[in-house]
Each structure stands twice: as structure tokens, then as C-alpha cells.
T-cell receptor
């Protein structure tokens, strides 16, 4: 059974810092990996999707990498802003592309 | 901007009541999902569907039921609500494609059973 782990569980940084969120998964037979953002009491917003054949994806200040063989992904946030404060979730689409398995998320707080 | 809508957003009901949470999407997606999330906890898949007349149970056992009569509509029903059903329920949808399958979520339905 696929398991997704996210480290750290929580992170607090001052505005302007570059930061890295980590995601690991136990079964490398995945189709893709997605990073989401969730604001309190809201649904999830898709940030980046990396296909299993890709190594990284970029969107603005966000960069996500994927090392499928080692079961790891990182989300890099450059020049963090208070508006980046949210919970960031990693999810993998398992082989057979039937369902996503989510990690528990990293709660990020960026202080002014 | 994702076009997936959930109603109601917030609901407080009494024990034993029947409740249906509505979910609709206008993107023509074949696959739809229901996730349950307790505050501060991870998401758990409770139901999903590959298309019309297709429903499957997810990883987390749930006393709820779903139906998929129309592509755009995937309602979730609790026949007799209990306090243990208090949670946030998130609906999502995606294309049925291994290469173009970004999943889009609704805003969620917060259910409180008293």
C-alpha cells in the first residue's frame, strides 16, 4: 500500500527566505505527483503536477522536483511571502491511475 | 479556475437525519472523488467514480453512499447522520487520462452532527 510522508510537519520562516518542503513515497510505481495548497477551511488548489517521466516543474516562485527511483519530491519556494502561508500537500497518482494518495501536509507560516 | 461546486458549504444537523452533499463540475471530467478530512488531519478517499453508473469505495470505510447518474453530478448521502460523521467533505474531479489528470477540488462541505 502506498504511503506518503511529508517533512517537516510545520515550518515557520521570516518573509524573504527560500525554503524546501519534502515529500517521500514508498511505492515508486506512480504516474505522477502533485503538490497542492490548502488554506484554512478551504479546498485544495493544485500548484504543480510532475509526470513520472519528468524531473521538475516550475511555476513562478515555485519549483518542484521528482526523483521517482528514490521515492522523493521537493517543493522549493523562493523569496517566501506572508501570502504563502498555508498547508502544502503532496499526492501521488498510483499505478493504474485510479486514486491519489496524500501526505499529511506541511503547515507553513511566513511572518512579515 | 476550477469549475467544481459543493453545496452546502456549512451544515449543522441533528443525529439520525438524512443528508445529501451535492457536488457538480462543469469540466466534463469522467473521474470524480469524495475525500473526508478531519481538522488538521490528512485526506482520506471514501468514494470515487470512473464515469456514469460507476462507483467505487475508497481507502477509508464510510457509511455514506454515492451515485453517478450524470457525468457532472456526484452526490454523497448519509442515511442517518451521527456525531462521528462530523468532518469536512471534499469533492474532486479529473480527466481519465494518465498524462492529463490534474485533480481539481471543490471548496468543501463542513458537516457538524449534533
Amino acid at each position: 500500500k502506498q504511503e506518503v510522508t511529508q517533512i517537516p510537519a510545520a515550518l515557520s520562516v521570516p518573509e524573504g527566505e527560500n525554503l524546501v518542503l519534502n515529500c517521500s513515497f514508498t511505492d515508486s510505481a506512480i504516474y505522477n505527483l502533485q503538490w497542492f495548497r490548502q488554506d484554512p477551511g478551504k479546498g485544495l488548489t493544485s500548484l504543480l503536477l510532475i509526470q513520472s517521466s519528468q524531473r521538475e516543474q516550475t511555476s513562478g516562485r515555485l519549483n518542484a522536483s521528482l526523483d521517482k527511483s528514490s521515492g522523493r519530491s521537493t517543493l522549493y519556494i523562493a523569496a517566501s511571502q506572508p501570502g504563502d502561508s498555508a498547508t502544502y500537500l503532496c499526492a501521488v497518482l498510483n499505478s493504474g491511475y485510479s486514486t491519489l494518495t496524500f501526505g499529511k501536509g506541511t503547515m507553513l507560516l511566513v511572518s512579515p | 479556475e476550477a469549475d467544481i461546486y459543493q453545496t452546502p458549504r456549512y451544515l449543522v444537523i441533528g443525529t439520525g437525519k438524512k443528508i445529501t452533499l451535492e457536488c457538480s463540475q462543469t469540466m466534463g471530467h469522467d473521474k470524480m472523488y469524495w475525500y473526508q478530512q478531519d481538522p488538521g488531519m490528512e485526506l482520506h478517499l471514501i468514494h470515487y467514480s470512473y464515469g456514469v453508473n460507476s462507483t467505487e469505495k475508497g481507502d477509508l470505510s464510510s457509511e455514506s453512499t454515492v451515485s453517478r447518474i450524470r457525468t457532472e453530478h456526484f452526490p454523497l448521502t448519509l442515511e442517518s447522520a451521527r456525531p462521528s460523521h462530523t468532518s469536512q467533505y471534499l469533492c474532486a474531479s479529473s480527466k481519465d487520462s494518465p498524462t492529463r489528470n490534474t485533480i481539481y477540488f471543490g471548496e468543501g462541505s463542513w458537516l457538524t452532527v449534533v
